[in-house]
């Protein structure tokens, strides 16, 4: 009787299947999606509390604000406002500016824009003590601004925590085709050694099993099917059991199935054993090689994505400004 694949080897073949698939699907509809839509990114270099950050580490100095002394509740930003998406930004696509948006009874003190890009027209402006509104005229892809905002907050804050306080800011627009203003850290801590270590060594050990699977055979096990004669020919078939003792007798190369009770036909006829290897093992042999191989790639696309992300916006940032 034939052989087949274990129950076990049939699940893991589909889990990669439908992982290798789903995953495939969504590069491929964030590729898309990136090509055709608008995107910005709000690029954060430097978060510093004033007054805990500089002024309580050196002696004697002390900075003032509009004439006021600064304390620990001033925080300012470095930042840029990067266009990473796949169009261009048109005023006739604004119909609400762009608004960075802080929490009740925090407020925006001021902001400047430091450098942009020659021909791009772009102002700030503080409308409410927690509105602050960038207005930009045609703002291109592959473009970036940079600005330095300062804005006090209710509260003490703990130095280690500066950083943190940019997830209260949230920005508001009404422009088409645009979403939400994704957030960036840059620069951003650096992966640890074994960070990089283990999605690589899974990768390869994806790829390393994928070339397992198509050298070792283990898809091409060979089963035993029997030669019995149908029309006075002998050709190639399989008997498939049942609990009654009967069993069904399919030719391999034909549609050709008949009901045998097998101690009867075993006793009048003779037959001979062959090894064959399974219909179809070929093809899934192959079919799986190509998705353990993609896998493997695909588990260093998702590990490294964001690092892939922030090096482009690096180099948005670095190329836009020179301009």
Request: with cysteine.
């Amino acid at each position: 009787m034939e052989s087949t694949l274990e129950l076990s080897d049939v699940f893991g073949a589909l889990g990669i299947v439908v992982s290798v698939l789903f995953g495939a699907w969504g590069i491929y509809l964030a590729l898309k999606s990136a090509k055709n839509k608008a995107s910005l990114s709000f690029v954060y270099e430097q978060v510093i509390g004033l007054f805990d950050d500089v002024t309580s580490k050196i002696p004697n100095l002390s900075i003032t604000y509009k004439e006021n002394q600064i304390d620990s509740k001033v925080i300012l930003i470095n930042g840029y406002l990067a266009n990473d998406g796949g169009k261009d930004i048109s005023p006739s696509m604004i119909e609400k500016k762009l608004t960075a948006i802080l929490p009740d009874n925090w407020k925006w003190l001021e902001c400047k824009v430091l450098s942009k890009p020659n021909d791009l027209n772009i102002t700030s402006n503080v409308v409410s003590e927690n509105e602050l509104c960038f207005d930009f005229g045609l703002f291109r892809k592959g473009e970036s601004f940079s600005f330095q905002a300062l804005f006090s907050i209710d509260g003490d804050i703990n130095d280690k925590k500066t950083k943190a306080l940019i997830d209260n800011i949230s920005w508001n627009h009404r422009i088409a085709d645009l979403g939400k203003v994704k957030f960036i850290d840059l620069p951003y801590a650096k992966k640890t050694l074994r960070g990089y270590i283990l999605p690589v060594a899974i990768s390869l050990a994806y790829m390393g099993f994928s070339f397992y699977m198509l050298l070792s055979g283990m898809f091409e096990r060979p089963i035993i099917n029997y030669m019995a004669p149908i029309n006075g020919e002998y050709v190639e078939v399989k008997f498939k059991p049942e609990l009654d003792g009967n069993a069904e007798l399919e030719v391999i190369e034909t549609e050709h199935i008949e009901t045998v009770n097998l101690e009867k036909y075993f006793k009048t006829t003779k037959i001979y054993p062959k090894i064959s290897v399974p219909k179809g093992s070929v093809y899934a042999k192959y079919i799986l090689f190509s998705l353990m191989f993609l896998s493997s790639f695909l588990m260093l696309y998702v590990a490294f994505e964001k690092d892939i992300k922030k090096r482009s916006i690096r180099k948005l940032i670095t190329a836009s400004n020179k301009t």
